[in-house]
């Protein structure tokens, strides 16, 4: 089961600044959090990740607060083609501990990005 | 390298048919992952390999699903006696392990059930 909470549904304005949170306040010590995006009929695509520090690429700015219950993705300056659904992930410990972890799913935040 | 690729992308199979589908991960990924999504829904984990070896299943993947890895490289799924529930989207996705921590998935296979 997916152990992360995410607000079904958002809109942002063209230009502005996408802020979508998400809540996973069971996380353990040594898990990471995930963040993948979905645009309609495509498979998912890596944005970001992190453990405890605030991280940046070129996608994306993440969030993570100091008890790690909570994070936000920061799209800077959402486009249309920002449109999509976002997923939060905590990764589970594989059985083998091989270091990479499944990624479970849940069912995200639609995004709409409004011209 | 053109990324993970699936094959087919769209099928339709009657009720009680057998299909089977590929995925060719990037090369060199040595760990695959097969996923399903269904509309509305975030992508389910089925199984996934590290190199040929099969190292979890979940407990969606009923006897009638089977998956290999025979070389470690390309991959099927193989649904026997398919069932009008078993119309998804079936996403295969690969990462190269330990040094990479993102994986990239294929455009899936839509299969549907009639």
């Known amino acids: 089961d997916a152990k992360t909470t995410q607000p079904p549904s958002m809109d942002c304005a063209e230009g502005r600044a996408a802020n979508l949170p998400c809540n996973h306040s069971t996380i353990s010590g040594n898990e990471y959090v995930y963040w993948y995006r979905q645009i309609h009929s495509q498979g998912p695509q890596y944005i970001i990740h992190?453990?405890?520090n605030n991280e940046t690429n070129e996608m994306a700015s993440l969030i993570i607060t100091e008890d790690r219950k909570s994070s936000t993705l920061i799209l800077p300056h959402a486009t249309l083609r920002d449109t999509a659904v976002y997923y939060c992930?905590?990764?589970?410990?594989?059985?083998?501990?091989?270091?990479?972890?499944?990624?479970?799913f849940g069912t995200g935040t639609r995004l709409t990005i409004i011209p | 390298d053109t990324g993970v690729s699936q094959d087919p992308r769209h099928k339709i199979t009657k009720r009680g048919q057998n299909v089977t589908f590929r995925c060719d991960p990037i090369?060199?990924?040595?760990?695959l992952y097969w996923y399903r999504q269904t509309l509305g829904q975030g992508p389910e984990f089925l199984t996934y390999f590290q190199n040929e070896a099969q190292l979890e299943k979940s407990r969606l993947l009923s006897d009638r699903f089977s998956a290999e890895r025979p070389k470690g490289s390309f991959s099927t799924l193989e649904i026997q006696r398919t069932e009008q529930g078993d119309s998804a989207m079936y996403l295969c996705a690969s990462s190269l392990e330990p040094q990479n921590t993102e994986a990239f998935f294929g455009q899936g296979t839509r299969l549907t059930v009639v």
């Open positions: 992190g453990l405890k």
């Open positions: 090369s060199e990924h040595n760990r």
């Open positions: 992930i905590v990764r589970v410990p594989s059985i083998s501990n091989f270091g990479n972890e499944k990624l479970t």
